[in-house]
């Protein structure tokens, strides 16, 4: 569960930090105080978009973290140990954003990239916004809460990738079975092709070694005389540099009293009179070594010629027909295996009976939680006070599964006794989807495996006895989870639910006169009936405490 959220230079937020436990948390406060900013701010720490904008202006960065409890979260920890973090009894999440929009996500403090911290957070929260009625105009939605409520999103998980790859093998074997006709033209081009290369024997490396011997081999001649008028000048006759540094040395050895310079110039003439004769001596190996070999010239380029006659058939560079001729072998040896298109068409066979087993056990899954799932809600819609609404959930097998399985999951809803059931979109007024979002959401959380669960202003468009109801149905959210202690965060405007949770929060926006700022402080006491009374009716009233008063004593 959520232990602590620290918000820093975010938004409006200068520094905000909130402390919470195990049970149901209420935030409140005045319209625009800034609830939503709260919450953005813990979106963006689970992975959230972020942008430069949402950085406080004159800050260098934002900076979210949100330390959460793993100690009774076996799956958690596992995903964590798998990925070679630290796993202890708690994880921090945090994000920060520079004014510069970048952006950075870290898991107890090492890097990760944003997509492993979304991943690494859908575990540990799930948050349930006031749009989310939206999104049950949607099919896949249906089928999505009806896995989850069934307990069988692994099972959905694995029809999913068996079914992908059902389909990749088969529009594999379908590209086969089309060019059929025309596999013996393409064997035979390819066994051309192939011989060809082959004759060539291109090894790695060759052409430029070949590229080489062609240059030295091209201008052997103007080498050869080179190296002769290069010899001659070192150590082949008279006046040459051996001779002329031989004489100076003479000179200097004539010099009486030698000062310590002159010894230094003899030093250092003696040194290149040696190392002249050296390199006259390596000079004359090399040109006795040295051939001009127009044969073998003759074959280089014959050599290189065929080469790059090869490769602009080809149309590839000299230096790819290597690995052209591993493609050609590789699709030649595919068209050669006499049992490609039965083999194919088995392995296909055998990815659809796999897919089918999963999608028929998903079937099952689905067809016995269908009917648990709808009476759930149905009780759920009539505490929300609407007892003539009936909501079915209707499995209609498909002509063609697709990724989901065999059958398309659907909600029908009636409003009114002794009419068919029909889609959501076509009956349920908004404010009729509002409430029966809620009271989906209410039911798949007691499913839920998250063990943190957040309700941005759901209780949107509910009132009277029925926001008394929402405030009961959290509370008990927040209460127990799946045997866990439970914990609910919920943003409202709500009285009534206010007034059931365990902890109560308010959200205040301040100024400065140059600037707005968010707080936030935990209430309590005289400080909680003041906010309740403000909820009802504007400014506290005698009457509105008392109202407030009675709501919460009446809590259990």
């Known amino acids: 569960m959520l232990l602590h959220l620290s918000i820093s230079q975010f938004a409006l937020v200068d520094q905000l930090e909130l402390e919470l436990g195990p049970g149901t948390s209420a935030l409140t406060g005045e319209t625009g105080a800034g609830k939503s900013i709260t919450l953005d701010a813990l979106g963006l720490a689970l992975g959230g978009r972020g942008s430069a904008e949402l950085v406080r202006p004159g800050a260098s960065r934002a900076d979210i973290s949100a330390t959460f409890d793993i100690s009774d979260h076996p799956s958690a920890e596992h995903w964590l140990v798998s990925r070679e973090m630290d796993a202890g009894q708690e994880v921090i999440l945090r994000r920060t954003i520079g004014a510069d929009g970048r952006s950075r996500a870290y898991i107890n403090g090492q890097p990760v990239p944003l997509l492993q911290l979304r991943a690494f957070a859908e575990q540990l929260i799930d948050i349930h916004s006031q749009h989310e009625h939206q999104s049950l105009l949607n099919k896949e939605t249906h089928c999505r809460l009806l896995d989850e409520f069934a307990q069988a999103q692994t099972l959905a998980t694995d029809t999913r990738s068996l079914y992908k790859t059902w389909q990749d093998q088969y529009r594999h074997y379908r590209t086969l079975a089309d060019s059929a006709e025309e596999s013996e033209a393409r064997r035979q081009l390819l066994q051309y092709q192939l011989q060809e290369l082959s004759r060539l024997d291109l090894s790695a490396g060759e052409i430029e070694a070949l590229e080489r011997e062609q240059r030295q081999l091209a201008k052997a001649g103007d080498i050869l005389n080179g190296g002769y008028q290069l010899a001659a000048l070192l150590s082949g006759g008279e006046g040459d540099i051996a001779e002329q540094l031989h004489c100076a040395l003479q000179l200097l050895s004539a010099i009486p009293d030698q000062a310590p310079a002159l010894l230094e110039v003899t030093q250092m003439l003696d040194s290149a009179r040696i190392q002249v004769d050296e390199a006259a001596d390596t000079l004359s190996r090399h040109i006795d070594r040295f051939e001009v070999n127009p044969e073998r010239l003759a074959e280089v380029e014959a050599r290189l010629s065929a080469i790059y006659q090869a490769a602009r058939r080809h149309r590839v560079q000299p230096q790819e027909l290597p690995f052209l001729k591993q493609q050609l072998q590789a699709e030649l040896d595919d068209i050669n295996t006499a049992d490609t298109l039965e083999r194919r068409a088995a392995e296909c066979e055998k990815l659809e009976r796999q897919f089918r087993t999963a999608a028929g056990k998903l079937s099952k899954r689905r067809t016995k939680a269908a009917h648990q799932l709808a009476e759930a809600v149905n009780r759920q819609m009539a505490e929300l006070a609407m007892p003539h609404v009936r909501m079915e959930l209707a499995l209609h097998t498909l002509a063609k599964p697709n990724s989901r399985g065999l059958e398309d999951v659907e909600m029908l809803i009636t409003t009114n006794p002794g009419q068919p059931p029909r889609p959501l979109g076509k009956i349920a007024s908004g404010g009729e989807l509002s409430r029966v979002s809620l009271a989906i959401q209410v039911v798949t ?23 008394d ?31 059931r949770a365990h902890r109560h929060y308010l959200v205040e926006k301040h100024s400065d006169g140059e600037s707005a700022f968010v707080t936030l402080r935990e209430l309590s006491g005289g400080k909680r009936r003041e906010e309740i009374a403000r909820m009802l009716g504007g400014e506290p009233t005698a009457q509105s405490l008392a109202h407030a008063e009675e709501m919460l004593s009446r809590v259990v």
């Open 469 to 499: 109801v929402v405030g009961r149905l959290l509370r008990q959210l927040g209460e127990m989870q799946n045997g866990r202690s439970g914990q609910v965060i919920c943003v409202t405007h709500l009285a009534q639910v206010a007034a």
């Open 445 to 467: 959380a007691r499913t839920s495996r998250t063990p943190t669960l957040v309700f941005d202003e759901v209780d949107v468009g509910i009132g009277g006895a029925t926001g």
